[in-house]
């Protein structure tokens, strides 16, 4: 067994150094004292005395500043377990200058052996995992840099890693208490970037040394040396105390050093998972039951059903409108979206299932009403099926989905920034352009078009009607697959009516192989089920062919990406937390369909890295803002991508609750099964009920994300105001049925599979289930 940290106080040129010591490896308290001015350089200091304090370590530093102020900071360092030293940090002000704010940093530099900076694997919570280099060119894809920091409202785990390779050891900080109180920040401090505020936010991050080294630090309150919080160019800001003579700062940290981690993926679950006990992380208690949330949900979803009449399309298009103002409710534009923010099929499969489950005929008529549409008029010979169908003008449309909606409603440039602003029209119209001149869908899209229609067939089947149109369009789908799928088991992105894969424009479609690529994270769960429904082997081969490439190329190296169709800026391949989502089910989909061991691991690595993306712990929200006035708690929730970060939290995870549950049952898991838990009943702090309606319109309704803290915030006037300039405490201000449909997938699954969705009774049902046959 590894021997355990220790304590040590080193010298450097005559002066005192606190060492955290586990073997080889060391965290070096050099200058872990870094204290700022506003508008002055930051004077950096060790500590001028070190004392034994009881099996403790106590360093203090006297630090005058060039305002005159002088300020004490005391640390008191103690062993808090086998792999960690807790610090206690106090900071009082001697004597006051003439300041207006203060900021305090702390500096510890990890080293082990013989690591140089290109190997060092990086963790930071919904913004950094490995290298964030999935272009493969050698620079971070999105910063540009490894020197990050992250506000704690934006840091799900409240912690930062950095991983060697070579040796296995994992070095850490962590906030150990959770932050308390935050106030909005104003329009003129946005664009200042440096200013005073009072708040309890501070940042975490890592700073990679030229000599293998990489330092873990923390300011208070927060500094982001870059950050999208305020706009497209990575901008930096940070906030500065209140200089006052009363002032005091009582800060708690933890330096970890955890070695021998066999890879990644375990070193970051076990960070997560010490930070879940530390942190105290308790289910979240909404005031409305999951089963009443479905029926608001699905309620809401019928008031968007729209059939068009003969008179009006003759092909009498049906489907639920689905981008509408919350507050409004006035739908824009009425394009159908078949896959991705609309997922018509998904939102029929969801009525059809509520029509069965109220014996509402009508329920069920509509949905089929929706599929009738898609199979008859949205597909190809060859199996290709279309994504968006505009009614209106009888045509297909591409592209343009989720935060891209205006792109469509606009008729010329000036229009396109009238809608979104200009930074996000700056940053993507030349895409834009580009991909007007491009027919075509995703693999994601077409996936999640079918794999509903298959489960509806099911269902109906089950119940007495059997829908034969819906089986033939969904097997011509799976012989598409089948046709695209290379010799490697992979899929392109997105495809061309013809079957060809797209690859231009790179920023869209990818610039490495793996970018290229990520479409296979989408086909296996619409394959293993056409085998089921028809015994075709082919696709079970298909599916393991696939499984097999995610494997090496997504799990393996901890390279997660590809779940999004639309992006803020840079590039629309990304890391994101919904693309570790549909990886995990075609892993588990892949285990169930063929029970091979390797799938259901990788499917855990999958979930453990998904986790990651959790929050565990409720962010204070400005007063008088949405989020504050509804009483949102964000413990549960998941971060949407790292271009947004922790800023930016959206819905896509309740589809994907059952599936978690299902894993850490099958792996006997229950911290697996913890997360599940936390994120089925976080999430229902989103949805309006009568007694709690956020402002919105109608019970049901939950908008597309929230904003735990600010993204792409410098003021900006803009129609779309989902777009930008959104600041902590709002929402996006749009909707989709998307997430109500998601929502009953998640809810609907966990009853069909175990008879309720009640977590308290799904827990002794399974794990006392697994304790027996053990």
């Not at 290709?384 to 469509?408: A, K």
């Not at 792996?667 to 309606?693: C, H, K, R, W």
Request: aromatic letters at 10%; proline letters at 4%; hydrophobic letters at 35%.
């Amino acid at each position: 067994m590894a021997q355990p940290v220790s304590l040590n106080i080193d010298s450097v040129a005559s002066r005192p150094v606190v060492v955290v010591r586990r073997g080889d490896d060391v965290v070096e308290l050099t200058t872990p004292v870094i204290v700022t001015v506003l508008d002055h350089e930051p004077a950096r200091s060790g500590y001028d005395t070190v004392d034994d304090d009881n099996g403790s370590v106590r360093g203090q530093a006297h630090v005058e500043l060039v305002d005159g102020t002088v300020v004490s900071v005391t640390d008191l360092l103690s062993v808090a377990d086998d792999n960690a030293v807790r610090l206690d940090r106090r900071v009082t002000v001697v004597a006051l200058g003439s300041g207006s704010g203060l900021q305090v940093r702390l500096e510890g530099v990890s080293r082990t052996t013989g690591t140089t900076e290109s190997e060092w694997q990086y963790y930071l919570p919904c913004t950094l995992y490995n290298r964030n280099d999935g272009d493969g060119d050698g620079v971070e894809d999105y910063l540009g840099s490894y020197t990050q920091d992250l506000r704690d409202d934006k840091n799900g785990a409240l912690a930062a890693l950095a991983r060697s390779p070579k040796t296995g050891t994992a070095f850490s900080i962590a906030r150990t208490t959770v932050p308390t109180f935050d106030t909005a920040i104003s329009a003129d401090d946005l664009r200042a970037r440096s200013f005073v505020q009072s708040t309890d936010i501070g940042s975490l991050g890592l700073a990679p040394g030229s000599d293998g080294s990489v330092t873990l630090r923390a300011s208070y309150p927060f500094a982001e040396e870059r950050s999208f919080s305020l706009d497209t160019a990575g901008t930096g800001w940070e906030a500065y105390a209140p200089l006052t003579a009363d002032l005091e700062m009582n800060l708690s940290y933890e330096f970890r050093i955890e070695v021998g981690t066999p890879d990644l993926t375990e070193a970051i679950w076990a960070l997560f998972e010490h930070q879940r006990q530390q942190l105290g992380t308790q289910r979240p208690s909404p005031d409305v039951s999951l089963d009443e949330s479905v029926e608001y949900r699905q309620l809401l979803t019928q008031l968007n059903y729209r059939k068009w009449s003969k008179d009006e399309n003759e092909k009498e298009p049906a489907g639920y409108l689905v981008h509408f103002s919350p507050r409004s409710g006035e739908v824009r534009g009425s394009l159908i979206e078949f896959g991705f923010s609309g997922d018509q099929t998904l939102v029929a499969w969801a009525q059809l299932a509520y029509g069965y489950r109220t014996n509402v005929r009508l329920y069920q008529d509509r949905a089929r009403s929706v599929i009738d549409f898609f199979v008859r008029h949205c597909q190809l010979e060859n199996g290709f099926s279309q994504g968006i169908y505009d009614p209106i003008h009888d045509r297909f449309t591409y592209w343009f989905t989720g935060i891209l909606m205006p792109f469509q409603y606009a008729e010329d440039e000036e229009d396109v920034r009238r809608f979104v602003g200009r930074q996000m029209a700056e940053a993507l119209m030349p895409i834009a352009r580009e991909l007007r001149e491009v027919e075509g869908n995703y693999m994601r899209t077409m996936c999640e078009s079918f794999y509903p229609i298959l489960l509806a067939y099911e269902l109906d089947a089950a119940n007495g009607r059997t829908n034969d149109e819906w089986l033939t369009t969904g097997r011509r789908f799976g012989e598409f697959l089948l046709d695209a799928q290379a010799e490697d088991g992979s899929w392109f992105r997105a495809y061309e009516p013809s079957g060809d894969g797209l690859t231009s424009p790179g920023a869209w479609f990818g610039k490495s192989y793996v970018e290229q690529k990520s479409g296979t994270i989408f086909p296996v769960p619409v394959l293993t089920m056409l085998h089921r429904l028809t015994g075709d082997e082919r696709y079970l081969t298909a599916a393991e062919k696939a499984a097999d490439f995610i494997i090496q190329n997504y799990v393996e190296p901890t390279v997660y990406m590809g779940g999004l169709n639309d992006t803020t800026h840079i590039k629309s391949v990304k890391t994101d937390a919904v693309g570790v989502m549909f990886l995990m089910r075609s892993l588990l989909k892949a285990y169930e369909a063929t029970s091979r061991r390797p799938y259901l691991d990788a499917a855990v690595k999958s979930a453990k890295i998904l986790s990651s993306w959790v929050y565990l712990w409720d962010v204070p929200m400005p007063e008088g803002t949405l989020l504050a006035e509804a009483g949102f708690k964000s413990t549960g929730w998941a971060g949407c991508d790292v271009i947004a970060s922790g800023s930016y939290l959206d819905d896509e995870f309740l589809e994907f609750t059952a599936d978690l549950v299902r894993i850490a049952e099958l792996a006997g898991e229950p911290a697996l099964f913890d997360i599940a838990e936390l994120v089925e009943y976080g999430m229902q702090y989103g949805v309006s009920t009568p007694t709690n309606d956020h402002g919105y319109v109608a019970p049901g309704i939950q908008c597309e994300g929230i904003l735990t803290s600010y993204w792409v915030s410098a003021p900006d006037t803009t129609e779309f105001s989902g777009a930008v300039n959104k600041v902590k405490g709002d929402d996006n201000d749009t909707c989709n049925a998307l997430t109500n449909a998601q929502a009953a997938y998640g809810i609907y699954s966990l009853v069909d599979a175990y008879g309720t969705s009640d977590f308290s009774e799904l827990r002794n049902q399974i794990f006392q289930h697994e304790r027996v046959n053990k």
